[in-house]
């Protein structure tokens, strides 16, 4: 298994369509899955040359296997939040963490950026397990932050930092 991203295009829209309507899926993002095509569509004309957003498809030989997402870029700050769905049927295959890992490569050594955040519900112990081992930590935990599935929930707020990516990608150079 080998993915790749490559940059979210018009005809990955009805496949972020599908998963934007997946209940299991959109549970992880507190979010009601009730997208239209139309306003996916709508949204991604919109966004198109939006410079505080990089939007990937992970892609396997071919096979949309998720998505993987930089928002809110701050190029005064040098930071962003980071965003995955990995589509139900590709999950447990490896996909996440590689993922994970090319879109801070991306982030850290094309953008420049000094910080990559993520917000991930308590409950997800799988998502929290990628992200630890690709190298994020804990910055606190909000409490009651989203609703969801009839009541509030703990939201962790994970981060990590260029200089850490990097260091852990080339160990030798900290000689």
Known sequence: MTASLRTLERAD???????FNDPEVMRYWFVEPTYSLAAIQDRYDRRLH?????????DDAGRRCGIVELVSIDLRHRNCEFQIIVA????????????????????????????????????????????RKAGFVT????????????????????????????????????R
């Open 13 to 19: 829209l009805p496949f972020v369509h599908r998963l």
């Open 50 to 58: 939006d410079e505080t957003e990089r939007r990937f498809v992970i």
């Open 88 to 131: 139900p049927d590709s999950q447990g295959r490896g996909y996440a963490g590689q993922a994970t890992r090319a879109v801070l490569r991306y982030a850290f050594a094309v953008l420049n950026l000094h910080k990559v955040y993520l917000l991930v519900d308590n409950a997800n112990a799988a998502a929290i397990h990628v992200y």
């Open 139 to 174: 910055e606190g935990v909000l409490r009651e932050e989203c609703f969801a599935d009839g009541a509030y929930q703990d939201v962790t707020r994970m981060a990590i930092f260029q200089r850490d990516f990097l260091s852990a990608e080339h160990p030798a150079a900290e």
